[in-house]
């Protein structure tokens, strides 16, 4: 057996030893150790659940890459698809879906209440059928006639609109005229995405079409879905390199910098938690080991008398110890993870929507994060050992010995 294992394992069961405070100390060490493994866990995991929650919900409600008439602020501005060239378009790389929208703003009236929106209208197979997925009532897009729409739940509780109910929409019609038509709502809509939830609903692209007079040709904007692994803003260039002066494609970033400049920011903030847990870490280890090595200096003495040197002694006081401190990183990852799966499944903690465009933290457990973050600790035990080396180093034998 190595010696100095063989010393460690005997000093553990030493009873002499085990009467000083030491005991407390460590238990702290081991407390302390374990929560901010689990707070540097819980902020990588919340932190990559809000990014990518965030992302897929503008994705799913907007698309990757959006094709406008260079004036797009004004939804009079249509774009003819017949000055595009769809075959260009479909030869990049990682074109997935390519869908004509039209963009309507109205009001909508139910017996009581008046609220401003926006009509989208799209097509039957919208993003392969993305629309059926947000609706909670049992009913499917495509299953749509003339002059129905589907409302968000939002909508459907601040004008008390339900699937069946009638309410009137508002049109202001290309000669400045108030166009009033009569809608049913066949059913509603969650799309997770707070912000799409309260300023539009959807209808079948050629409702719009009529009431507004426009020819088949004529729509608001084209939304473009590309394949997962594809770089989005590459792909937007590729696209602009191909389309006439008068239009212009946009990617997800651009239309919303704010909100991914806001996503981005996050992993800064965690990389600076990590930094300053990770640095308590350190700070909390290196204190316990410094006062086990002061409680312990006449059995430093003794070791030392007998030829054994610093780097072997300040071993066996970390080898006596790795178990307590590999507990706290085990104990830190079961809590985290529990926490983590809870949330995912319960959705127990809740956020302001207002504010983060979603009503519930997100959670995505990020496995290289966990392997790092486990590394960095186990980096930081052993950085650890620096300090008390020091202080065994100036611990002197003879003085010891005299003393005891």
């Not at 009467?19 to 493994?37: D, R």
């Not at 902020?43 to 659940?49: L, M, N, T």
């Not at 959006?66 to 698809?81: A, G, R, V």
């Not at 075959?87 to 703003?105: A, H, S």
Request: glycine share 2%.
């Amino acid at each position: 057996m190595n010696l100095e294992l063989f010393i460690a394992k005997r000093l553990s069961k030493s009873k002499k030893i085990k009467k000083h405070y030491t005991n407390t100390i460590t238990n702290l060490s081991k407390i302390v150790l374990s929560v901010c493994i689990t707070v540097m866990l819980l902020s990588v995991a919340i932190s990559k659940g809000l990014q990518s929650t965030i992302s897929k919900s503008l994705i799913d409600t907007h698309s990757e890459i959006s094709i406008n008439h260079i004036n797009k602020n004004n939804l009079n501005e249509l774009i003819d698809i017949k000055e595009i060239d769809f075959k260009k378009i479909k030869k990049i790389k990682g074109i997935k879906n390519i869908e004509n929208i039209v963009l309507t703003p109205v009001l909508i009236k139910n017996q009581k209440n008046l609220e401003g929106l926006v009509i989208k209208g799209v097509e039957d197979n919208y993003k392969d059928g993305l629309i059926n997925n947000f609706i909670i009532s049992n009913s499917e897009f495509e299953s749509l006639e003339k002059n129905e729409l589907i409302i968000s739940t939002n909508h459907s509780q601040t004008l008390d609109l339900n699937p069946g109910d009638n309410c009137y929409l508002y049109f202001i019609s290309t000669n400045k005229n108030i166009l009033k038509r009569k809608f049913i709502v066949k059913s509603v809509f969650d799309s997770k995405n707070i912000f799409f939830n309260k300023n539009y609903a959807f209808t079948k692209i050629n409702n719009l079409r009529e009431i507004n007079n426009f020819d088949e040709n004529l729509i608001s904007s084209i939304e473009i879905s590309i394949d997962k692994n594809v770089e989005i803003q590459g792909t937007t260039d590729k696209i602009n390199e191909v389309l006439n002066y008068n239009l212009v494609a946009t990617s997800i970033n651009e239309r919303f910098p704010g909100l991914f400049s806001w996503i981005y920011l996050f992993d800064k903030n965690i990389l600076f938690l990590i930094t300053i847990l990770l640095l308590i870490c350190l700070f909390n280890i290196t204190n316990t080991m410094l006062i086990i090595v002061f409680n312990q200096t006449q059995t430093v003495g003794i070791l030392k008398s007998i030829g054994m040197k610093n780097y072997s002694i300040i071993k066996i006081f970390m080898i006596q110890k790795t178990k307590i401190f590999l507990q706290s990183i085990f104990f830190g990852n079961l809590i985290s993870i529990f926490i983590c799966v809870f949330q995912s499944k319960t959705n127990f903690i809740k956020l302001n929507p207002d504010s983060y465009f979603i009503d519930y933290v997100p959670i995505e457990l990020d496995i290289p994060m966990l392997i790092t973050v486990n590394l960095l600790t186990l980096l930081i035990i052993q950085i650890s050992i620096f300090v008390p080396y020091l202080i065994v180093k100036k611990i002197s034998p003879s003085n010891i010995l005299k003393i005891n």
